[in-house]
């Protein structure tokens, strides 16, 4: 089992900046991408960023621009770096780590931080 713990949430400014952290590791796993998502009420999930081991990054649209995702894999962790926010970015960011467990394809999520941003 990966335990995914997020932090950096919480209450900012419209225009400010947050940088939202993800940290997952566990025996025998071997992560090989590490994605942010949020979800709105009544909204599906979406994916804000996602970024492999290799670097390799993918953004939403709604955020390129304004946010980079960067990753330290010594210490398997995964930064989001979101800048001039706005409020319809208020909702709940989600991390989810993808990798493998054995020889099982596997992906684990975190239990998501907050993120409200005030006009």
């Known amino acids: 089992q990966v335990q995914v713990v997020e932090s950096g949430g919480g209450l900012v400014q419209s225009g400010g900046s947050l940088r939202l952290s993800c940290a997952g590791s566990a025996r025998r796993f071997r992560p090989y991408a590490t994605g942010w998502y949020r979800q709105a009420p009544g909204k599906q999930r979406e994916l804000v960023a996602r970024?492999?081991?290799?670097?390799?990054?993918n953004y939403a649209d709604f955020v390129k621009g304004r946010g980079t995702i960067s990753s330290d894999n010594d210490k398997n962790i995964v930064y989001l770096q979101m800048n001039r926010l706005k409020p319809e970015d208020t909702t709940v960011y989600y991390c989810?780590?993808?990798?493998?467990?054995?020889?099982?394809?596997?992906?684990?999520w975190g239990q998501g931080t907050q993120v409200t941003v005030t006009s």
């Open positions: 970024i492999t081991t290799g670097g390799a990054t």
């Open positions: 989810q780590v993808e990798g493998n467990m054995g020889d099982a394809m596997v992906d684990y």
